[in-house]
């Protein structure tokens, strides 16, 4: 999963200190807790690194995190190989241009319907809820629905 679109939503929050702060969805939260009890791997990626978003991690059990990277498509690569995993059957959810060429190597991509228009015509599904405000456990029940 992509980050600050999906599981935030892509709102900066900033404190008056200058900090800033990020908000997570709770069935987001349940939805990754879901695949992950499925046996489904699940990593985040982003350009940014953020201490909420580690600690959030390690919270839901993500073990796999490619933060503040430069170009996701290069980290996912590394990742895939270093891991022996077949590119095309992982899967990204994204909203933004940095996304586009993952979507292309991935088997299935994924974007919310606040996404720029150009992420939303690459994916293979497009949630009915926002990033931020459900859609990730949207696609996790479809994930299990699918695979149960």
Known sequence: FDVDGILPGGGLYF???GESIKRFNVLDGYGIKQLIDYGINVGLISSRDHKATRTRAKE???????????????????????????????GHMGDDLADLELFAKVGFSASVPNACDE???A??????????HGA????????????G
Do not use: H, T, Y
Request: charged share 25%; hydrophobic share 45%.
């Open 15 to 17: 404190s008056e200190k």
């Open 60 to 90: 839901l059990g993500i073990k796999v995190l490619m933060l503040k990277v430069p170009n996701k498509l290069q980290a996912f690569e590394a990742w895939s190989k270093k891991n022996k995993v077949n590119p095309l059957f992982c």
């Open 119 to 121: 992420i939303k015509l």
């Open 123 to 132: 994916a293979d599904w497009v949630s009915v809820k926002l990033g931020g």
């Open 136 to 147: 990730v456990r949207e696609l996790s029940d479809l994930i299990i629905k699918i695979n």
